[in-house]
């Protein structure tokens, strides 16, 4: 069964020959889905597919339970430069639209492709028999003057109390400007619309957008092209959001209808203000004889005039009024009027075949007197009180809901009755509805009326049965979700009782719906209601406790202020989703949580593919590059995002080309998306182990080389000169002089070094350089150095040394010599002494230990 669209045999209009309508319409009441218990709220989003109410309601058929539910149907659809995959399990995955998936420019619709649209968005007809076609009187003089403001271009705002009859005035003005415009005519609602809802509303109803929502950019070119006659009823919208709307649209003529209590326009907007009031008396009375379909007596004629004075002439007053009338022919036994409302009467209320004309049906004959005044100009609950059972119910519902009253297709099941889809027909013939875009709703003033007689003492319990009703509908697998885009309206109504959380179960009846009805919205493009059935099951989550579920709506929140670009609200909700997932260690949601969060951040940081390289210093030949990842603006977005951790990479790079002054290398940044330069991750690892191994093992052959089983002469020395104190020798005890050695008044001092490091000493003592066994120690180097071959003579004073220290652990570049050498013919010389060795070379210790401080210097011998 369909469960909107169904064949004309279910309202009993295809009754075969000698068969009634209870014989061709079996009960079904058995069937009602509001009354199956809801899903408890601990089952996982996956089992709280779409289908979840389904194999209970074929349970309780009999049919035997369905052990394998249906697949998650997912869509996808484009918005902007985005592809979204619409996941109702774990949540909607977004990424870049990949080459070959961008749309093409939308094209235009036609005028029989704008006719088609416009009809299926009007309301749909109800059941039953039709009300009596009703004239528009005294509105021709605002009928031709808004044709012609309208055929001049000029937009026009109407303003005229609820109940004055400014949606038949639009619906006869459309019907005379369809061909003035290019693009037609556009009917629009504004009820509980924002701006961004009307130009994409606008923007579908000229253009095909068949799962494409282009972003706002795109949205404002396309709609600046448009050039129609805009009929908006029940506009919300003044100030500066009303001003956006028709800049944005400068080649559209407004027809904009709404009530003295909206906001108005700014001075700038450029409308014609046209005040609508109510009707005369001649014309109410005229009215109220149309819908009765007699004429009036005088007694009536007189109530109708008091009728009139009270109401002010608003043209619903009258026609509840003549319901009332209606009602009470019937009460009296009018043939003609009870033949038409003979199917809604109720059974204690049919007249007996025998019954005069114009009397009382009741046994003792009291006449049915006119309504009272008051009962007149309030007429909701008399009305309410004559009709059938199941449309107080429905008004019951509709007052529950906030005066959205639910399709015909779903009152049978909301209700309990088979027939009571033939309720919405009754309500609409006395006047209790208005039509409000595609749907319908309750007549001004009568939530109010039948709410201060007790119809919504169960709106709480009322909301709940819809809630479930709608959370089992909307995951049907035969229902589309731009059928349940059309009952937004009502849906986001039931969710509003339930969110407060006042009873129990009601935060989780409201979490499942929107849970249910949020893949609709979406995959439906309508992302208005999409954004409100977020946040409300957020907050229905919130209450229940329900982690997992809170994540889902925070996750799709931040998809959706992905979309519109609110980047930092995106990264909020979804860093939000991320954390409540990995509490609840759901896998598979933080796994997309975390893609969405990448895209986020290169959002933020620029497109991929198009960050500045990364310039990397000089290194000197042979030596380890250890380059930090996570921290250049070239390297991935899953990094970046967590600038805290620092992940090492040692890489071995070429000594730059000799130049003045130290040069650059320059690490262009890879295309397409960023990743380490060096592939995987199990790379980068290895190499951050590698680094740590480098930096140990460099530490402990320093710390073996400078140590030694005692202070005097185990150090290892080798020929060479002193390193620069730029380099980090700050503590260079082998070459500061003694100061407890005796004085030598034959002996010269060398000439200071030009390079600025420190002059090698004076002398040195034998005893002092001696081994424990009496013997000078051998002559060593350092680990990593080149020692000198035996019998070649020692390196001069201007040579520079290599560098022993440990490989920088860093991208900064190694200090070189400041200044060159002494030149060979200024080297330095001193003359030998009878105590004391030959003057050697120069000594540098390996490393720099600082308890050596104090230990004299040790020769070298050659």
Request: proline share 12%; glycine share 10%.
């Amino acid at each position: 069964m369909d469960p909107i669209d169904r064949g004309p045999e279910e309202y009993g209009h295809d009754e075969r020959a000698g068969e009634s309508a209870d014989s061709a319409r079996p009960p079904r009441a058995e069937i009602v889905p509001a009354a199956t218990p809801a899903t408890p709220s601990h089952v996982t989003p996956a089992h709280t597919t779409p289908s979840h109410v389904t194999p209970a309601l074929a349970h309780l058929k009999g049919a035997g339970p369905v052990t394998t539910p249906p697949p998650v149907r997912t869509v996808q659809l484009i918005s902007g430069e985005y592809l979204l995959t619409v996941n109702p399990v774990d949540g909607s995955e977004i990424e870049l639209c990949p080459p070959g998936r961008q749309p093409d420019a939308p094209a235009r619709r036609t005028a029989a492709e704008r006719a088609d649209l416009q009809r299926a968005g009007r309301p749909s007809v109800p059941p039953g028999p039709a009300a009596p076609p009703l004239p528009l009187l005294e509105r021709g003089a605002e009928r031709e003057r808004l044709v012609g403001l309208l055929g001049r271009g000029r937009s026009v705002r109407l303003t005229g109390a609820p109940g004055s009859g400014r949606t038949a005035l639009l619906e006869a003005v459309a019907a005379d400007c369809a061909d003035l415009a290019p693009d037609g005519v556009v009917r629009l609602s504004g009820h509980r619309r924002t701006t961004t809802e009307l130009l994409y509303e606008l923007f579908a109803a000229v253009h095909h957008s068949a799962l494409c929502r282009p972003d706002r950019a795109a949205l404002l070119e396309l709609v600046h092209g448009i050039g129609a006659i805009v009929v908006l009823d029940d506009l919300e919208l003044g100030g500066e959001a009303l001003d956006e709307l028709l800049a944005a649209t400068p080649e559209c003529a407004y027809l904009l209808a709404a009530t003295p209590d909206t906001d108005p326009p700014s001075a700038d907007a450029g409308l014609e203000e046209i005040a609508l009031g109510g009707l005369g008396r001649g014309s109410s009375l005229e009215l109220l004889e149309r819908v009765v379909e007699r004429a009036l007596t005088d007694e009536e004629a007189n109530w109708a005039g008091d009728l009139w004075f009270e109401s002010e002439g608003l043209p619903v007053r009258f026609v509840q009024a003549g319901a009332l009338l209606r009602q009470r022919d019937q009460l009296r036994g009018n043939p003609e009027a009870s033949d038409e409302f003979e199917p809604f009467v109720r059974p204690f209320e049919r007249k007996s075949d025998d019954a005069p004309p114009h009397t009382a049906a009741t046994p003792d004959g009291y006449d049915i007197p006119l309504p009272t005044l008051g009962e007149g100009a309030a007429p909701a609950v008399l009305l309410a009180s004559r009709l059938s059972e199941a449309a107080r119910a429905t008004l019951r519902f509709a007052v529950a809901l906030g005066g959205e009253v639910p399709h015909q297709a779903h009152l049978p099941a909301l209700v309990g009755d088979t027939h009571a889809d033939a309720a919405l027909g009754e309500l609409m013939s006395c006047g209790l509805l208005t039509p409000v875009g595609a749907r319908y709703r309750l007549a001004p003033g009568v939530v109010a009326q039948l709410e201060a007689k007790g119809y919504a003492d169960d709106a709480a319990a009322h909301a709940h049965t819809a809630a479930q009703h709608y959370a089992w509908w909307a995951g049907h697998p035969s229902v589309t979700p731009e059928r349940a885009a059309a009952e937004a309206d009502a849906i986001l109504a039931a969710l509003g009782p339930l969110v407060p959380g006042q009873e129990s179960g009601h935060p989780s009846a409201a979490v499942l719906l929107a849970r249910s009805a949020a893949p609709a919205f979406l995959a439906g493009l309508h992302w208005g209601a999409w954004e409100r059935v977020l946040r409300s099951g957020s907050e229905a989550a919130r209450i229940a406790g329900e982690v997992a579920e809170e994540a889902y709506f925070h996750h799709e929140l931040g998809v959706l202020a992905l979309c519109v670009g609110n980047l930092e609200r995106a990264r909020a909700e979804l860093e939000a989703s991320i954390g409540m997932r990995g509490a609840v260690a759901d896998k598979v949601g933080t796994v997309a949580g975390r893609r969405a969060l990448a895209l986020v951040t290169d959002r933020e940081t620029g497109r991929p593919g198009t960050s500045a390289p990364l310039v990397l210093p000089p290194l000197p030949s042979g030596a380890d590059e250890m380059v930090p990842l996570g921290s250049g603006p070239g390297f991935g977005s899953d990094m970046a995002s967590a600038p805290e951790e620092s992940v090492t990479l040692v890489t071995r790079r070429e000594p730059p080309m000799p130049g003045p002054g130290p040069g650059t290398a320059a690490v262009p940044a890879p295309h397409g998306r960023r990743r380490p330069a060096f592939g995987a991750r199990r790379n980068l690892v290895a190499a951050g182990a590698g680094a740590v191994l480098a930096a140990v093992l460099g530490t402990v052959v320093t710390l073996g080389a400078t140590s030694g089983s005692d202070n005097t002469g185990t150090d290892k020395v080798r020929t060479g000169q002193s390193p620069d104190a730029d380099n980090g020798g700050g503590d260079l005890p082998a070459d500061q002089p003694v100061d407890d050695m005796p004085p030598n008044p034959d002996a010269q001092l060398p000439a200071p070094s030009t390079s600025g490091s420190a002059a090698p000493s004076d002398s040195a003592s034998p005893s002092d350089s001696a081994s424990p066994s009496g013997t000078p120690s051998d002559s060593a180097s350092s680990p990593g150095d080149d020692p000198s071959e035996p019998g070649t003579p020692p390196e001069s004073p201007s040579t520079p040394p290599e560098s022993t220290s440990k490989p920088p652990t860093g991208p900064s570049t190694s200090t070189s010599p400041s200044s060159p050498s002494t030149p060979p013919s200024e080297e330095p010389t001193e003359e030998p002494s009878d105590s004391v060795p030959p003057s050697s070379p120069q000594t540098t210790v390996s490393g720099s230990n600082p308890a050596l401080s104090d230990a004299p210097p040790e020769p070298t011998v050659v």
